[in-house]
């Protein structure tokens, strides 16, 4: 009997090895972690080694002051472009409208993201119209302009370069500037960028894992 009993003992400690083993293993596998570099890459997004403090600037966003303190307490998607331009910029932002959305359908994750075009394009480009611009494609993006020099400042500390245009006699003229776009962590440092080409698919997921998980 005892003999018995010692063999039942012996059964039922293996079996709950087992089962733990076993459920350790579907955590793992079920669990959400953190996506790696290499799957980041295959997403377009690649993170800096090291987070870049960014030289104070001061624009205007409508008819606020938009400065650093402005990116503080959330991440910031930035792109830098211009509202007067032909088809890459609308192309552009309806990806990342498309993108909100898409955040949108995750609990807890657009309420810690905001998106913030700044023109390149101060002449033709007033903090209203960068506002009606932005507001156009998502009632909660923001649209800054201000003045030139801070503008081209902040685009070389995000690695965003363009070509100025300033006091331009021609009122129809076209701007080269990057498609990539920046993103901003909550302390107000420059974290990584979305290198072109990139989907509203691939940069909602990208984000959807930053923000869960990035410290």
Same mark, same amino acid.
């Given at each position: 009997?005892?003999?018995?009993? =010692?063999? #039942? ?13 076993? $459920? ?7 669990? /959400?972690? /953190? ?18 403090? !960014? ?9 606020? /002051?938009? #400065?650093?303190?402005?990116?503080? $307490? ?6 830098? $472009? ?13 990806? !990342? ?10 609990? =807890? ?18 903090? /209203? ?13 923001? $649209? ?16 965003? *370069? ?25 302390? =107000? ?7 072109? *080409?990139?989907? *509203? ?15």
């Amino acid at each position: 009997m005892t003999k018995n009993k =010692g063999i #039942t003992y012996t059964v039922i400690s293996c079996l709950a090895i087992v089962s733990m083993v076993i $459920g350790l293993f579907v955590y793992s596998t079920v669990a /959400e972690k /953190e996506l790696t570099n290499d799957q980041y890459k295959l997403l377009k997004f690649y993170q800096l080694n090291t987070k870049r403090d !960014l030289s104070a600037f001061s624009l205007f966003k409508n008819n606020e /002051e938009f #400065t650093n303190d402005d990116f503080l $307490g959330k991440w910031d998607l930035v792109f830098l $472009g211009f509202a007067s331009c032909p088809d890459m910029c609308p192309m552009t932002m309806q990806k !990342l409208s498309k993108t909100s959305d898409l955040l949108s359908q995750k609990e =807890g994750l657009i309420d810690k993201i905001n998106f913030v075009m700044i023109s390149i394009d101060p002449d033709r480009d007033s903090p /209203e119209r960068m506002h009606e611009y932005a507001t156009a494609f998502n009632s909660d993006f923001v $649209g800054v302009s201000g003045g030139i020099k801070d503008i081209y400042q902040l685009s070389l500390n995000l690695t965003l *370069p363009f070509t100025p245009i300033v006091n331009s006699k021609n009122k129809d003229y076209d701007m080269d500037h990057s498609m990539n776009l920046a993103l901003i962590d909550p302390q =107000g440092k420059y974290y990584g960028f979305f290198k072109t *080409p990139y989907t *509203p698919e691939t940069m909602s997921e990208a984000l959807e894992s930053i923000i869960k998980f990035a410290k």
